[in-house]
């Protein structure tokens, strides 16, 4: 995999991936995540899910490629790509939340 397949596999079906990669360092480094409420571990994960395609599409567009100002055809699909991320990962937690 190229730098260039991994910025793309970032912004798209990688998301959930890395993320999971990020929040299992969390638990195990960082003492603190375990003692937080769900709340706060749903905004972490939230958080995650849209800051890695985020900073998939930013290295796409200093790399050269992606236009940096291309909104509706770079930046966009990125957030919609985050935003899918977290709430299907919220899916399977659904029944708890109550």
Known sequence: MGWSQFLEY?????????????????????????AFEAKYKRLVFAGLSFVVP????VGAAASGFAVWGDFSGHWWPALVAGAAAFFGGQVAHVRKLG
Do not use: D, K, R, T
């Open 10 to 34: 970032a912004q798209g079906p990688g998301i959930s991936v890395i993320v999971g990669i990020l929040l299992s360092f969390a638990v195990e480094y960082w003492p603190a995540y375990q």
């Open 54 to 57: 985020l900073l998939g599409a």
